[in-house]
């Protein structure tokens, strides 16, 4: 409960300071420049929610158990495993991110924005490293570790995002949002790098059979997706960039509020 009670009182900054940062960017630029946002979002998440094969689950089911155990071994397993395979899944996804950038860039952007969608992707690849090595930390009971980092990084990032933004137009602001992933990696490798293990990160054989072993939370991650996500890339290919960013305004809202309520009960 100390954990949940920290947690909570994060998560109340860490809302105000998103609700002023959505409200101040969307209010000071055009409809189809803050579409610009919704694609850099849309790329990230496609990265993060599809480069998961589940096995930081079986990292949270397990991982208290073999420490209890002093199966360490185990756990260098687990953890090293799961970075290896959000790699292998973003090789995957990279060509198929690129084509939807370069698509979105040339058809609704008029060729513009191109190289900051394709760094999105690079963003995109890093921000699942860190979505992995922040689910290890959940398996260790370190919440607060794990939620803090994020606090720590991105929420103050982004307001060093917002200075850069009044002072230095938007330009400046997305290549700070961009930034934030890899200091992020640093941290979080920081806290984590005990139970990395270069011995087990590119056993690719042994990698896909517990991949196929639990491939149920892989695919219950991917049908997750297609019914909470995978309708942002059909809209923003769809529709014009003004309708998208009204779309993307809103769903950015709704997510502040699901995301802050996640974090503080899940803990609990």
């Known amino acids: 409960m100390r ?3 920290a947690l909570f009182v994060l998560q109340i900054v860490s809302v105000l300071v998103s ?4 409200f101040i960017v969307a209010g000071q630029i055009e409809p189809e420049v803050y579409a610009v946002l919704g694609v850099f979002a849309v790329i990230t998440e496609t990265m993060v929610s599809l480069s998961s094969m589940g096995l930081e689950t079986v990292g949270i089911r397990n991982i208290l158990l073999w420490q209890e155990l002093n ?3 185990k756990i260098k397993v687990s953890v090293s495993h799961a970075l290896c395979s959000r790699l292998l899944a973003g090789l995957v996804l990279i060509p198929i991110m690129a084509t939807y950038a370069y698509f979105i860039s040339a058809h609704k952007f008029d060729g513009q924005y191109l190289s900051i969608f ?3 992707i690079v963003s995109g690849i890093v921000m699942s490293f860190n979505n992995s090595l922040r689910l290890s930390l959940i398996a260790f009971n370190r919440y607060f570790g794990s939620y803090f980092t994020d606090f720590l990084v991105n929420t103050l990032g982004r307001l060093l995002a917002l200075y850069l933004f009044t002072h230095f137009g ?5 290549l ?7 200091i992020d990696i640093c941290v979080l490798l920081q806290m984590s790098y005990q139970w990395i293990s270069r011995s087990y990160l590119f056993q ?3 990698l896909l059979a517990s991949v196929w072993k639990n491939r149920q939370f892989m695919f219950t991650g991917y049908v997750r997706y297609l019914y909470k996500t995978f309708d942002h890339i059909l809209i923003s290919i769809l529709v014009s960039p003004q309708v998208f960013s009204t779309f993307m305004l809103s769903q950015r809202i709704e997510g502040i509020g699901s995301n802050a309520t996640d974090q503080l009960f899940d803990p609990v």
Do not use: G, N
């Open 176 to 182: 700070a949002l961009l930034s934030l992933p890899f």
């Open 3 to 5: 954990q949940a009670v």
């Open 118 to 120: 394709l760094i999105s």
């Open 71 to 73: 199966d360490l071994e």
């Open 19 to 22: 609700f002023s940062t959505v």
């Open 204 to 206: 690719v054989r042994m």
């Open 170 to 174: 938007f330009t400046a602001f997305i």
